[in-house]
T-cell receptor
Framework: GENVEQHPSTLSVQEGDSAVIKCTYSDSASNYFPWYKQELGKRPQLIIDIRSNVGEKKDQRIAVTLNKTAKHFSLHITETQPEDSAVYFC?????????FGAGTRLTVKP | EAQVTQNPRYLITVTGKKLTVTCSQNMNHEYMSWYRQDPGLGLRQIYYSMNVEVTDKGDVPEGYKVSRKEKRNFPLILESPSPNQTSLYFCAIFSGGAYTFGSGTRLTVV
């Protein structure tokens, strides 16, 4: 089955700096890679996703890149703001189920 | 818009007392899933269901049961809860190419 690894587990940046979170997956059949943001006490919410036929996708300050050959994908947040502070999860879907990384706690210091 | 309703939001129970956490969706989606979330371990899948009367084990099914008698509902059953099942539980549906999570159920077993 699919195995998703996520790094780093914690990340602290200064407001305005960029943040990058990286994930690797094991199953080459995986074809959909979403990223979720979870604020304290709330449910995970989808923030951006990418499918296997696309190498990069951008939505305002966030972007995701996918390298199918190396089986890794990354989340990039530019011009970080304090409200970006949360736990971020990557995931991979292989047509049967969704596997999640262990999460990254991002702290943006004002 | 897809909605996932979980109940209860909070539950404290004693070891061995059977309990059910309910999950219902309003959009006739086929795929539903249960996860538990524990600090440092991310979201781990308990069971998932691809359709009515079709359920499969996830990564951590021990101590849990599910049923899918109708498309709308996917209850999680703990026949004999133990303290190691103290966790935050999320129901999720896969709709429109993305996961939508319920609000979560914080379960404490004493």
């Amino acid at each position: 089955g699919e195995n998703v690894e996520q790094h780093p587990s914690t990340l602290s940046v200064q407001e305005g700096d960029s943040a990058v979170i990286k994930c690797t997956y094991s199953d080459s059949a995986s074809n959909y890679f979403p990223w979720y943001k979870q604020e304290l006490g709330k449910r995970p919410q989808l923030i951006i996703d990418i499918r296997s036929n696309v190498g990069e996708k951008k939505d305002q300050r966030i972007a995701v890149t996918l390298n199918k050959t190396a089986k890794h994908f990354s989340l990039h947040i530019t011009e970080t703001q304090p409200e970006d502070s949360a736990v971020y999860f990557c995931a991979a879907w292989d047509n049967n189920d969704m596997r999640f990384g262990a999460g990254t706690r991002l702290t943006v210091k004002p | 818009e897809a909605q996932v309703t979980q109940n209860p939001r909070y539950l404290i129970t004693v070891t061995g007392k059977k309990l059910t956490v309910t999950c219902s969706q309003n959009m006739n989606h086929e795929y539903m899933s249960w996860y538990r979330q524990d600090p440092g371990l991310g979201l781990r899948q308990i069971y998932y269901s691809m359709n009515v009367e079709v359920t499969d084990k996830g990564d951590v099914p021990e101590g849990y049961k599910v049923s899918r008698k109708e498309k709308r509902n996917f209850p999680l059953i703990l026949e004999s809860p133990s303290p190691n099942q103290t966790s935050l539980y999320f129901c999720a549906i896969f709709s429109g190419g993305a996961y939508t999570f319920g609000s979560g159920t914080r379960l404490t077993v004493v």
